[in-house]
């Protein structure tokens, strides 16, 4: 519900502000617009992500459609490039001939903006941790708030000075904010697409958490990814002696201490008495945690 107040919200002033900065001439507020567009782009997109992942798996999505959002979010960082991009080539040719100005529109249009956007960062603020395409649209409403201040600026300075070039550099300082978190957001995405690692978690911390439970002789062939933002998965071989531990309590075992400690709880564990001799990731570690030699038996 709250997604759908800012949605709202967003998209009335979005078609004000490109209205306004029509009338005003101002690059800055048409930044600005620019920006509130990709909000709105975002939010709907959001709300659709929310919708679509809801959906059950099926036969042909084992995984259901959670990964969705990830996608989602992706989008929304390509689109805030392209907004940036454009934004730097019309800034460049204004600052070589300057545009007529209404400055006192501008700052009206900023000002009912500025509060349009504290509003729905108050709305999204409190779940933009619990999803990253959330929090990709929440770092994008706050950078158009962050905007309406530089308009507001610009428009007092421009009123007070008459300097007409101030309105393309709040323009270029609004892009400039922008895209380093719009790259850490795409980064993030696509670690997520290409099944890394997730953000947080250390793959050999997690390796020694296997390997130093009692009754495990090495493990290989291991796997840390996330479904989807928030939900980290993992497989792996465990080669056991099953007269230290039952595979069926040292599996319980290895669960509990993987959640305990590393927070995953989508687990897949293969349990082999003899190493089964897959080799498909990073060289095995034997229960002392020193890498194991590949062409040394497992014993």
Same mark, same amino acid.
């Given at each position: 519900?709250?997604?759908?107040?800012? #949605?709202?919200?967003?998209? %009335?002033?979005?078609? *004000?502000?490109?209205?306004? !900065? $029509?009338?005003?001439? /101002?690059?800055? +507020? @048409?930044?600005?617009?620019?920006?509130?567009?990709?909000?709105?782009?975002?939010?709907?997109?959001?709300?659709?992500?929310?919708?679509?992942?809801?959906?059950?798996?099926?036969?042909?999505?084992?995984?259901?459609?959670?990964?969705?959002?990830?996608?989602?979010?992706?989008?929304?960082?390509?689109?805030?490039?392209?907004?940036?991009?454009?934004?730097?080539?019309?800034?460049?040719?204004?600052?070589?001939?300057?545009?007529? #100005?209404?400055?006192?529109? %501008?700052?009206?249009? *900023?000002?009912?903006?500025? !509060? $349009?956007?504290?509003? /729905?960062?108050? +709305? @999204?603020?409190?779940?933009?941790?619990?999803?990253?395409?959330?929090?990709?649209?929440?770092?994008?409403?706050?950078?158009?708030?962050?905007?309406?201040?530089?308009?507001?600026?610009?428009?007092?300075?421009?009123?007070?000075?008459?300097?007409?070039?101030?309105?393309?550099?709040?323009?270029?300082?609004?892009?400039?904010?922008?895209?380093?978190?719009?790259?850490?957001?795409?980064?993030?995405?696509?670690?997520?697409?290409?099944?890394?690692?997730?953000?947080?978690?250390?793959? *050999?911390?997690?390796?020694?958490?296997?390997?130093?439970?009692?009754?495990?002789?090495?493990?290989?062939?291991?796997?840390?990814?996330?479904?989807?933002?928030?939900?980290?998965?993992?497989?792996?071989?465990?080669?056991?002696?099953?007269?230290?531990?039952?595979?069926?309590?040292?599996?319980?075992?290895?669960?509990?201490?993987?959640?305990?400690?590393?927070?995953?709880?989508?687990?897949?564990?293969?349990?082999?008495?003899?190493?089964?001799?897959?080799?498909?990731?990073?060289?095995?570690?034997?229960?002392?945690?020193?890498?194991?030699?590949?062409?040394?038996?497992?014993?």
């Amino acid at each position: 519900m709250r997604m759908r107040w800012a #949605l709202g919200l967003t998209t %009335m002033f979005l078609v *004000a502000e490109v209205v306004g !900065g $029509v009338v005003t001439g /101002s690059l800055a +507020l @048409l930044s600005d617009a620019a920006h509130m567009f990709t909000d709105s782009a975002a939010l709907a997109v959001a709300l659709a992500a929310i919708r679509i992942g809801k959906r059950p798996s099926d036969d042909r999505r084992t995984y259901g459609y959670r990964r969705f959002e990830i996608l989602a979010a992706a989008f929304n960082a390509l689109l805030l490039f392209v907004v940036a991009g454009y934004i730097f080539y019309e800034a460049w040719g204004r600052l070589r001939q300057p545009a007529e #100005l209404e400055s006192i529109g %501008m700052l009206v249009i *900023a000002l009912i903006g500025l !509060g $349009v956007n504290l509003t /729905s960062v108050r +709305l @999204l603020s409190g779940s933009k941790d619990t999803s990253v395409n959330i929090k990709g649209a929440y770092l994008e409403v706050w950078s158009d708030l962050l905007g309406s201040i530089g308009v507001i600026v610009a428009a007092l300075i421009i009123w007070t000075t008459g300097w007409k070039w101030v309105d393309s550099v709040v323009a270029i300082a609004i892009a400039l904010w922008v895209l380093p978190r719009t790259w850490l957001l795409l980064r993030e995405t696509t670690n997520v697409l290409l099944e890394g690692v997730p953000d947080g978690l250390d793959l *050999a911390a997690v390796r020694m958490t296997l390997t130093t439970v009692a009754g495990v002789r090495e493990v290989h062939d291991l796997h840390v990814w996330a479904i989807t933002s928030g939900e980290p998965a993992l497989t792996a071989h465990v080669v056991h002696d099953p007269r230290e531990a039952p595979a069926a309590t040292l599996l319980t075992a290895l669960r509990q201490a993987l959640a305990d400690r590393h927070h995953i709880h989508h687990v897949t564990l293969q349990m082999e008495e003899q190493d089964c001799g897959q080799r498909h990731d990073l060289p095995a570690l034997n229960k002392r945690g020193d890498l194991r030699n590949s062409d040394e038996p497992s014993r």
